[in-house]
């Protein structure tokens, strides 16, 4: 299956400061699909993209899908200790869906 | 509305013993299904996916097999487990078209011994 490759693969941050992670992939995805992983946890959808440049909001979440479709990212504004855990992207494709290698969001309260 | 069953839980095995994960989904017909892997720390890696029943897919070769022999059940199966097998298992389902967003099971961390 197509390789998405995520960065970065870790990320320290002081709460109340922003986050962001960011998925590429060499050839043109059909869509990407964002979700978490709370430690301990199992992965928990959190959104699709399919249009190019399309951008989408969940509080202080966005969600952005490049114009080319090759990449997407995911920024959180002012986090907080409840949005520790792993994000990953995936998409889904031919009836499979491939995550990336995910980023593990740590927070210093 | 659709639920997804995994068990168990935690499970601990010695090496060369066999494996049966089961993983069963109510409250929807014809999904796709899949089994994860992963590694402490690490990214999920696809094992298998079905999109209907006796159809599998394998997407890494190893010692692990997986059989859907129900619409809503799919299970992953080794002969004699080593100790790379040692990992979170997780399946998930989907419905594969327009809305394709995945639903976990809660899955299983295996400890091979």
């Known amino acids: 299956g197509q390789q998405v490759m995520q960065i970065p693969q870790y990320q320290h941050v002081q709460e109340g400061e922003d986050f962001t992670t960011y998925c590429n992939s060499s050839?043109?995805?059909?869509?990407i699909q964002w979700y978490k992983q709370r430690p301990g946890g199992h992965p928990v959808f959190l959104i699709q993209?399919?249009?190019?440049?399309e951008v989408k909001k969940q509080k202080r979440l966005t969600f952005q899908f490049g114009e080319a479709k090759k990449n997407s990212s995911l920024h959180i504004t002012a986090t907080q200790t409840t949005d520790v855990g792993t994000y990953f992207c995936?998409?889904?494709?031919?009836?499979?869906?491939?995550f990336g290698g995910g980023t593990r969001l740590m927070v210093k309260p | 509305s659709q639920t997804i069953h995994q068990w168990p839980a935690t499970l601990v095995q010695p090496v060369g013993s066999p494996l049966s994960l089961e993983c069963t989904v109510e409250?929807?017909?014809?999904?796709?299904l899949y089994w994860y892997r992963q590694a402490a720390g690490r990214g999920l890696q696809l094992l298998f996916y079905?999109?209907?029943?006796?159809?599998i897919s394998s997407e890494v070769p190893q010692n692990l097999s997986a059989s859907r022999p129900q619409d809503r059940q799919f299970i992953l199966s080794s002969k004699k487990l080593l100790l790379s097998d040692s990992g979170f298992y997780l399946c998930?389902?989907?419905?594969?078209?327009?809305?394709?967003?995945?639903?976990f099971g809660q899955g299983t961390r295996l400890t091979v011994v």
């Open positions: 998930a389902w989907s419905l594969g078209l327009g809305n394709t967003e995945a639903f």
């Open positions: 050839t043109t995805l059909s869509n």
């Open positions: 993209l399919v249009k190019s440049g």
């Open positions: 995936a998409e889904f494709a031919g009836n499979m869906l491939t």
């Open positions: 409250g929807t017909s014809n999904p796709n």
């Open positions: 079905s999109v209907g029943i006796g159809q």
